[in-house]
DNA sequence: TGGCCGATATGCT
DNA sequence: GCATATCGGCCAA
């Protein structure tokens, strides 16, 4: 979705922004978590807006803690890579490891479909966009994501653009955990509509 | 090797 | 709002 800045000799706004690079993952977790709102991820012919993510770190609800095997290897040795785990047996769930100081990685759990819409309809037997990418597990099959992803680099995997403008977002406590919820790490787009639950 | 639990989704009341 | 399918990952034994 690259459109020229210049047209007919003048200057036209630019919807886009800038391109994600490796260093945009080395920082902080919860701060890569709160930019990624607005940001679109594209994979293939599929895109969305991401309007919804969680931080997680070394906190007592993480993969890093409780998964040591699994998952503590991606979130703790690395940064701008792809973690792919698996859950209640039938669900894939996706997330981006941050923070070359430490151990972290945002999950991915909600998009704004942007492209693509008949492919991710396919894939997720729902007609409704709102329903396309509302979850985590429904954002990975919408994008076609499988296990053997993980563990590759995000940006040979998918095209992410920034947003280029500041884009509202709203902390809240993380969904769906026992441990640890007290931490607001959860960031959802202000006035969406395609986020698993309300902010 | 068995048992427990889970960063979920879906369908039904 | 609530029940439940389903199985990978982990650990105790």
Same mark, same amino acid.
């Given at each position: 979705?690259?459109?020229?800045?210049?047209?007919?000799?003048?200057?036209?706004?630019?919807?886009?922004?800038?391109?994600?690079?490796?260093?945009?993952?080395?920082?902080?977790?919860?701060?890569?978590?709160r930019g990624l709102i607005g940001a679109v991820v594209r994979r293939g012919a599929c895109a969305g807006r991401i309007v919804?993510?969680?931080?997680?770190?070394?906190?007592a609800?993480?993969?890093?803690?409780?998964?040591?095997?699994?998952?503590?290897?991606?979130?703790?040795?690395t940064h701008a890579r792809v973690y792919v785990y698996s859950i209640y047996g039938v669900h894939l769930c996706l997330n981006f490891t941050t923070d070359d100081t430490g151990p972290g990685a945002v999950l991915l759990r909600a998009l704004e479909p942007v492209a693509g819409l008949g492919v991710m309809r396919r894939r997720r037997g729902v007609e409704r966009v709102e329903h396309l990418a509302s979850g985590p597990a429904k954002l990975?099959?919408?994008?076609?994501?499988? +296990?053997? %992803?993980?563990? @590759?680099? $995000? !940006?040979?995997?998918?095209?992410?653009?920034?947003?280029?403008t500041p884009v509202p977002a709203e902390a809240t406590p993380r969904v769906g955990i026992?441990?640890? +919820?007290? %931490?607001?790490? @959860?960031? $959802? !787009?202000?006035?969406?509509?395609?986020?698993?639950?309300?902010?």
């Open positions: 979705m690259p459109c020229s800045a210049i047209v007919n000799g003048r200057h036209h706004e630019r919807r886009d922004g800038a391109l994600a690079t490796d260093a945009f993952f080395a920082a902080p977790t919860q701060d890569v978590a919804e993510t969680e931080a997680y770190t070394d906190d609800a993480s993969h890093f803690v409780t998964r040591p095997r699994s998952g503590a290897p991606l979130m703790g040795g990975a099959r919408a994008l076609g994501v499988t +296990r053997r %992803l993980s563990g @590759r680099r $995000v !940006l040979e995997e998918f095209e992410l653009v920034l947003p280029s026992r441990q640890a +919820r007290e %931490l607001p790490w @959860r960031f $959802v !787009l202000v006035g969406t509509r395609f986020a698993s639950r309300p902010g």
